[in-house]
Every structure is written in structure tokens, then in C-alpha cells.
């Protein structure tokens, strides 16, 4: 023992001791900041020194970082410790549907069969993937009663592209390429005038202020003479988180003046297995499978975004979709439909989302999606009874699958929206969505969802409860501070737009 | 239902505290004639077993690459993909998260977007990345779209053998504004003044590597910005980056990111620092806490449409997250001495596949320089599509994408093994 080196007393001035790592919680440099190792995580055989036939000189240094694979491992495993996900607890994110996500949907994705093939395979050695596909779209269709199905956008941001541009090129085809205006509500998601904009269509906003739907009469003035409405597009339920009730009256002027109904599927979590859009007028409507089908959100996806279109507009959606020959599966060809609004990405889609969606909607059937739509519709409900007398609710429920509150009582007190959310999550809890929708100041939307127990409601509204007493009892400083407990306290995000920096660099290190 | 919770005696409960009798007394906003009447035609649940066996017999009717006779690619490559990836995206802290808007519990996310970002730049040799495109065609549209706003003209201009699906998807994105215009040339001599940009793809969708020097003067002297595509990422591995491009997009499935018959995919996006208020999708950036600590939130959102609605510069709200995780795990398993070995195997291959191929009588190469993928030309009188079919059938052998009458591409990766060069060989010279 003799012949140990002598400890260096001075270890803890060439060593930088973290003092944000304690217990559990990581503090984590960047990979960038890590020692470069002599090998990289990978073992790769040796090249044979063939002479390079690229007829260009060969890259020397790029200037990757390199670091052994435990060093690799143990890197994200620490960078997952900092994420909330709804695996770890409640997740109320409205307009999000943050379900469990099932594990035998990764499983299935998995399987050599699925991922391990090429899209341009010949259709003959894929005829287990189309036929997936196939399954699905008819799962779609009969769950919307709108027949024609599009599997290829891979967002609900890409399906609102398709649906948008399936109305657009429809009236040119039918001669009313003059039709030009979009109706959309000032409660819409943020992506519908983006998305009619980016088609060329000019916004006119219908005000829903007052009552949170879309009244019959703001919806004529908006609509004019009708001559140049192309069409409407409106979230249903609506992002307040109630039907809007006016819609059949509504849907039988717009087709009167010539338009189509647009519905943004983002809320068919309160619908699924129960009541049909077809069946009440939309014309064609994206379907956000990772909110309603249970595909993982990812940290900001993948996501998918399919559309769904009555039969009248089925000639023009976006190519390709697939289509069954007798026995044989094979997707549609080149300039097969040639008055599709054409291809929106390479390929047929995210085909590992419709894999996943498929496997969920055949672990429900019929049966359990009824009781999706029920259960997520009841339990918004009872967060909306439980927490009305605490929190201000704009609006008289019952609600749908979200219940819709603002900071109005908080805000005597000098606690915001911004506050609440925080202190949800000093308390273990994702916020819900804060600040939209826009049509009543600082909103807070909250989406339990089916997959969530009572128990785990009632811990939800307990801890509502104590923040909205805690802002009575004009704790505010207190509010201002949270989180605490968080990984990291509340960030600057001035700063980050003023002067951005988006990536490393070591001078800059 | 197993995956769901509520009790019959729960449900009872909350009925009684919101003061209804029966769950449809909270549909009643919800006019009569859309409520499901009856059964569907659709199934009852299912449990884990059947629907394992389902969905099994569905994927063995597929060929997968699995088999190694694989030899397609044309802007997706079948690539070996290192354990730990799969089991870092599984967990479920970065499966079942939502894109970060609180930043202070997502900082897992958007540090690795961070480090994506990053990993994309030193890639390219760009000086800033966003956090991820839905894929390649799309990355590519959005460039379109992107120098068309920075420069404020509406043409675009094909500058040499493009992906035809991007092209398509591109062509799909253009056409939604009457005004917008495409043009088609190989020569930099015929762009105009009111060219927004020149898209070149590199290597080509033939498979050959292009320089992009003469691009260059000619988008400086127009004042057209350079778009540079790459769908095979590994490429970068070995090829020089596309410094002189004012934009370079395209496709980074090959790290980490299976084929899944087609998505999903990762696009990348990557630009000059000047032009990051124009830039498209979901970018993170680094700022520091109420503490002073360094972390991370997304930025720049005053481009995008949850603010600036119908003036967004995109109507983009998500990226491809989990497989930009997937890369992001990848490329640091990799590092600096694996990604440069990884290009040169995949070229090595691709030579030895070369030299089998051109052995065969009356085949050729179209391109002589290429990276790991080939253009073969077949003998007069073959049809491509015909002799990838028979290969299919007759070999199963997946041998590649007939690209026109004549021409298969086909593509040598990493995992491509001296039995499966021989197999396609021999199979190909007995269908000729």
C-alpha cells in the first residue's frame, strides 16, 4: 500500500466542483464540453484503402466532438432526468392531448417487417405495409363518416397545408378560383390563418368574443354576400372547449355561398368513437394522430397529420393515397388522379405514426373509443365544476374534452397566468396551456384527458386550490419565484431572442 | 379497457359533483344527428396478443433489408444504427414529452436540440441549424419559400438532377401563390435577375458529387441565393461541406433514423447567421436562468404562427424531436473519427459493388465519381423497372430504384456484405 501516489491536496482547485449536482439532480455540460476521447463510441472495421472514386478531394477535419459510448449514455440518460413527461405524472396541456402513449405501440413499429422497408419498394414485396396503411385509412373514414382519407401530411400543420390546398385547388377546378377569403375565428389555433395564408388566401377574422362560439349572426356579417369565401376554417370542439352549437345552421350558408367547411381536427379527442364530423357538415378535417391516436409526442414529435375529406372533395387531395386492386394493395401512381393538389412530402408518410395509430385503434375498437370520448369529455368536466368557484370561467359548461379558465381573480392580486403555471410546477405538475386562446385575457386551458383517475384529478385540483388560496392570501413574492425546484429557475427568454445563440462554439465556450 | 382508468364508482361520483345524471347530459351542445347510432363497422378492443400476431403476419409480408440483398436508396439509406440509440429515445422522458414550452422541466429536450443544432452546422459548414424539418422534400420547399421572402422575387431555379419527389413537393409549395415559378437548367449562365434561388443537390439524385463554384458567381452577379440539397448525410463524411451555399437542407435519416417504409424521416435545415429572422420551424437557444445558469428555450418564435398568425413565416409548430434525438445520439456515438470511417466504408462499398456490377457484360456506369450510390445503365432493350421487379420476385433481392427506362440506381451502405454483392451480381446476369 506503500506505493500509492500521494493525494493531491489541491484536487478541488484543478477539479471544478458543480455545485448544482446534489443527490439526484445532474447538473450536465454540453457533449461539446466533454473530454475528447482517442476513439469515437463506435467500432467500425478498417477501410481497405481503395482509391476514392469521388472525384472530389476527401474532407480531412470536420470537427465533431468524440467521446466514448458510457460517456454517451450517461450524457442523455442526465439530460432525461430534466424532462417532464406524461409517463412521469399529469400533463393537462389543453389542445394537446397528452394521453398514455402504449408501449406495445413502439413494439409494433419496431418489427423488422415495418421498419426496415423502403418506400419505393416494389408494391409487391410491401403488401403488409400498404395493407396497414389501407386499415387505417378506413379507420378514419369511418370514424369521421368523411370518406376520402390522405395519409401523408405529418403534422397537424402539414394536414391543415393539405386540407387548405385540397379547398383551393377544388374551386379552380369547379371555376371559382376567384374565391379568395378564409373565414377563420379569432379563437383558431395560430395555424390556420398560417396555413391559409401560405395558400394565398386573404384572412377575415369572425369575432367570437362574448360568448366563445361562433354566433350565427358574426358569422353573416363575416360572410358578406359570400361571393368570394372560399371557405371556413374552425376548430370543433372550439379551442374554449365547447361545441359550437351554431354549426349546422352556419355549414348550411357557408355551402350555400359556394364554401367548404374546414375542421381543425385538433380536438377530436372529444368526439372519437361517438359523434362524426361528417355529421355535422365539415368538409374536410385534419387528424392529429399523435393527440387522438395515442402516437408519442416525441419532445415536439414526430407527429401525423391525416386528412379526411367528404366525397365531394375526395378528386382533389393531396397523392398518394393507397388503393386496393382486387387482392393487391400499391399506391397511387404519377399523374394517376391528375386533379390532386399534388405530393406534400417525399414519400407516403410517416408510416411508423400510422403503424402505432393502427395498433391503438384496435386496442380500443369501437367500444373503448366511446369511452375515450366520454371519459375525456367527464373528467374536464369535473376539473371545470371542482375549480369554477376558485378560478374565473368565462364560460358556462358543460364543457367538452378541456375546461377554459383566466386569471382574472389571481390578477387582484398581482398573480398572473405565468404564476399559476409555475407554481404548478413547483408542486410536480405540468402547467396547463397558458395564454391561448387569445379571445380572453390569460387564459388557462387544461385537457386531463381519458387516461388520467379520478385520484390523480383530485390531486390536480388540491394543488389548484392551494395556489388559488395561496394568491388570496397575497403570497405573490412567492409566486414571482417559482420554480425553484425545477432543474433550472425561470429562463430569460429576451435574452435568447436579443442575442441568439444557437449553437456551440468553442471560442465562444 | 386497459388503458383506461376511471372506475364505474368514480364516474358515478364526478357525475354527482358537476350535477348530471348521465354522461350524454354533457353532449348536449352537440346536435342529435351526429351521435353514432347503433354498431360501427369497425371492431370491439383487442387485447395485446391478438394484436401483436395481427400486426406480425402484416409485417412478414414485407421484404425488409434485414435480408441483405438491399440495395435501394435514392434519398433513403438502410444504415446500421448502434444500440444505445434506440434505448435512449425509448425512454420515456424523451418519448412522451411535448415540445418544450416550459422550458424549466424540458431542459433534457432542448439541450439535445442544442447539441443537434450544432452537430448540423459543423456538418454543413453552416453557421447556424434549426431544430428540424418534417423531411428532406419539405426542407427543401421551405428553402424555396425562404429565399424567395429574403430576396423578394418568385423563381426558382433547378440547377441540376434533383430528388423528383422534392421537386414535386416543392412544385406543390410554389403553386399555392399565383406568380411563382420554376425553371429547369444545368447552366448557371441562363439564371435571371429575378431568380430567388438555384437549388443543386449534391450528390445528385444521379449519385454523382458536384462542386459549386461556378453556382456561386453566377447566383453573386444576380443576386440569387445558392441552395445546396444533400439527402445522404454520410456523405459529408468524406465530400467537402457546402460552405458557399447561403442554405443547405435536405435529409439526415441515415443517423440514427430507421426507413419506416418512408417516415418518418428527419429534415435538416441549416443557413448563414444573417438570415436566421427568416428561417423556418422550431429553433432553441441558449440563454441563462433567474440564477445566472446557462439553459436553453426555444427562440426566435416571433417568426413563427402562434404570434405572427397569418404573417408567419411558416405555419410550422413542430420538428421530427425524437429523431433529431436519434441523430443527435448517433452523431456522438460516432464522433469526428467514426463519421469520416462510416463515408469511406459506405464509398468502399459502393466501388467493390461497382466493380461486380460493370463486370456483367453490357452494363455501365452513367457517372463515373459517385459516393454510394450508382446509376447503372442497363444493356438496350432492358427495362429497369421490368428487371427490378423480376429481382424482386425471382430473388428476392430489393436491387434498387429504376430511375428511367434504362437506369437503376443502387446503393452500397456499411451493412452491405461481400455475399449479398455476389448474389445481386450473379442475379443480375442471369436476368440480363
Known amino acids: 500500500m506503500t506505493n500509492l501516489a500521494p493525494l493531491n491536496d489541491n484536487i478541488e482547485d484543478t477539479m471544478e466542483i458543480n455545485d448544482r449536482t446534489r443527490g439526484l439532480n445532474y447538473d450536465e455540460t454540453l457533449l461539446f464540453e466533454k473530454e475528447f476521447t482517442d476513439t469515437p463510441g463506435v467500432d467500425l472495421p478498417a477501410a481497405k484503402g481503395i482509391k476514392s472514386r469521388t472525384g472530389q478531394k476527401t474532407r480531412e477535419k470536420i470537427g465533431i466532438h468524440q467521446v466514448s459510448e458510457p460517456q454517451v449514455v450517461r450524457h442523455f440518460v442526465r439530460l432525461s432526468t430534466k424532462n417532464y413527461s406524461i409517463d412521469s405524472g399529469f400533463f393537462p396541456l389543453g389542445s394537446c392531448t397528452m394521453k398514455h402513449n402504449p408501449r406495445i405501440n413502439e413494439k409494433v413499429a419496431r418489427l423488422p417487417g415495418f421498419a426496415h422497408v423502403h418506400p419505393l419498394q416494389p408494391a409487391s414485396t410491401v403488401q403488409g405495409a400498404l395493407a396497414v396503411m389501407y386499415e387505417l385509412q378506413n379507420w378514419l373514414a369511418e370514424l369521421t363518416n368523411l370518406p376520402g382519407v390522405c395519409l401523408t401530411p405529418s403534422a397537424g400543420a402539414h394536414g391543415e397545408l393539405a386540407g387548405v390546398m385540397t379547398i383551393r385547388k377544388a374551386h379552380q377546378e369547379q371555376g371559382n378560383g376567384h374565391k379568395n377569403i378564409m373565414l377563420v375565428p379569432d379563437s383558431a389555433h395560430g395555424t390556420n390563418p398560417a396555413t391559409a395564408a401560405m395558400c394565398g388566401f386573404d384572412i377575415r377574422v369572425i369575432p367570437t368574443k362574448e360568448t366563445g362560439r361562433v354566433t350565427v349572426e358574426a358569422f353573416k356579417e363575416a360572410l358578406g354576400d359570400g361571393k368570394d369565401v372560399a371557405g371556413m376554417m374552425v376548430t370543433n370542439p372550439n379551442t374554449c372547449g365547447l361545441f359550437e352549437t351554431d354549426i349546422a345552421e352556419i355549414v348550411d350558408l357557408l355551402h350555400q355561398a359556394g364554401g367548404y367547411f374546414y375542421c381543425d381536427g385538433a380536438n377530436f379527442n372529444a368526439l372519437v368513437g361517438k359523434i362524426r364530423p361528417g355529421d355535422f357538415g365539415v368538409d374536410v378535417m385534419h387528424i392529429n394522430l399523435h393527440k387522438t391516436f395515442s402516437t408519442p409526442h416525441g419532445g415536439g414529435g414526430p407527429g401525423s397529420g391525416p386528412i379526411c375529406v367528404a366525397e365531394s372533395l375526395k378528386p382533389y387531395i393531396p397523392s398518394p393515397i393507397v388503393v386496393k386492386d382486387g387482392d393487391d394493395y400499391r399506391l397511387e401512381q404519377d399523374g394517376e388522379r391528375p386533379t390532386s393538389c399534388g405530393r406534400l412530402k417525399g414519400y407516403q408518410g410517416q408510416f411508423g405514426m400510422h403503424v402505432r395509430a393502427l395498433t391503438y385503434m384496435m386496442s380500443h375498437g369501437a367500444d373503448g373509443l366511446k369511452q375515450v370520448s366520454e371519459d375525456a369529455v367527464l373528467n374536464a368536466n369535473y376539473i371545470h365544476a371542482m375549480l369554477k368557484d376558485d378560478f374565473h370561467a368565462p364560460f358556462e359548461g358543460p364543457v367538452m374534452h378541456e375546461a377554459l379558465f383566466t386569471e382574472k381573480y389571481q390578477k387582484e392580486n398581482g398573480v398572473t397566468t405565468l404564476d399559476i403555471a409555475k407554481g404548478l410546477i413547483e408542486y410536480g405538475m405540468h402547467p396547463m396551456t397558458v395564454y391561448f386562446p387569445l379571445v380572453v385575457n390569460g387564459a388557462m386551458l387544461i385537457e386531463p384527458t381519458e387516461t388520467e383517475s379520478k385520484e390523480e384529478l383530485d390531486r390536480f385540483i388540491a394543488v389548484m386550490k392551494k395556489l388559488a388560496s395561496d394568491a388570496r392570501n397575497g403570497e405573490t413574492e412567492k409566486f414571482h419565484n417559482y420554480p425553484v425546484s425545477a432543474p433550472v429557475r425561470r429562463l430569460d427568454e429576451l435574452k435568447a431572442a436579443r442575442e441568439p445563440k444557437l449553437r456551440y462554439k468553442k471560442d465562444a465556450a | ?432
Request: with cysteine; net charge negative; aromatic share 8%.
Open chain 2, 1 to 432: 379497457m386497459r388503458y383506461l382508468p376511471q372506475t364505474n364508482a368514480a364516474r358515478k361520483e364526478m357525475m354527482d359533483s358537476i350535477g348530471v345524471k348521465n354522461v350524454d347530459d354533457l353532449f348536449i351542445q352537440v346536435p342529435k344527428k351526429a351521435f353514432i347510432k347503433g354498431k360501427t363497422n369497425l371492431p370491439d378492443h383487442q387485447g395485446e396478443l391478438q394484436i401483436e400476431r395481427k400486426m406480425l403476419a402484416y409485417a412478414n409480408q414485407n421484404i425488409n433489408a434485414q435480408s441483405n440483398r438491399f440495395f435501394l436508396g435514392a434519398g433513403v439509406y438502410y444504415h446500421h444504427v448502434p444500440s444505445s440509440v434506440d434505448y435512449i429515445i425509448q425512454r420515456s422522458e424523451f418519448l412522451t414529452a411535448y415540445t418544450p414550452y416550459q422550458p424549466e422541466i424540458a431542459q433534457g429536450t432542448l439541450q439535445y436540440l442544442f447539441e443537434f443544432q450544432t452537430f448540423i452546422a459543423q456538418l454543413t459548414g453552416q453557421e447556424v441549424a434549426n431544430a428540424s424539418l418534417y423531411d428532406g422534400a419539405t426542407a427543401m420547399a421551405e428553402a424555396a419559400l425562404m429565399a424567395m421572402r429574403v430576396t423578394r422575387r418568385n423563381k426558382i431555379c433547378f440547377g441540376n438532377d434533383i430528388h423528383p419527389q422534392y421537386c414535386e413537393v416543392t412544385e406543390t409549395y410554389l403553386k399555392n401563390n399565383d406568380g411563382n415559378s420554376y425553371t429547369v437548367t444545368e447552366d448557371p449562365s441562363k439564371i435571371t435577375d429575378d431568380t430567388a434561388c438555384v437549388i443543386i443537390q449534391s450528390p445528385d439524385f444521379y449519385g454523382k458529387p458536384h462542386s459549386y463554384s461556378d453556382w456561386r458567381k453566377a447566383c453573386d452577379e444576380k443576386g440569387a441565393l445558392l441552395v445546396v440539397v444533400i439527402n445522404e448525410i454520410v456523405s459529408l463524411g468524406m465530400l467537402a461541406p457546402p460552405t458557399e451555399a447561403d442554405i443547405v437542407c435536405g435529409e439526415a435519416q441515415s443517423i440514427g433514423v430507421a426507413m419506416s417504409y418512408g417516415g418518418p424521416h428527419l429534415g435538416f435545415f441549416a443557413c448563414r447567421e444573417k438570415f436566421i429572422r427568416q428561417m423556418p420551424g422550431r429553433v432553441c437557444g441558449e440563454t441563462v436562468d433567474a440564477d445566472g445558469n446557462r439553459g436553453f428555450v426555444l427562440t426566435l418564435s416571433t417568426r413563427e404562427q402562434h404570434i405572427r398568425r397569418e404573417k408567419a413565416t411558416s405555419n410550422i409548430c413542430t420538428n421530427q424531436g425524437l429523431c433529431a434525438l436519434a441523430f443527435t445520439v448517433h452523431m456522438a456515438l460516432l464522433g469526428e473519427n467514426g463519421f469520416k470511417q462510416l463515408a469511406v466504408l459506405n464509398h468502399e462499398r459502393a466501388c467493390e459493388l461497382a466493380d461486380a456490377l460493370i463486370a456483367i457484360d453490357g452494363v455501365s456506369l452513367k457517372n463515373q465519381h459517385f459516393f454510394n450510390e450508382l446509376a447503372l445503365q442497363l444493356p438496350q432493350g432492358k427495362n429497369a423497372g421490368d428487371i427490378v421487379q423480376q429481382l424482386a420476385d425471382d430473388y428476392g433481392i430489393i436491387a434498387g430504384y429504376p430511375a428511367d427506362d434504362r437506369t437503376i440506381l443502387i446503393t452500397a451502405t456499411e451493412i452491405t456484405t461481400d455475399n449479398g454483392i455476389k448474389a445481386l451480381a450473379n442475379a443480375l446476369q442471369e436476368v440480363l
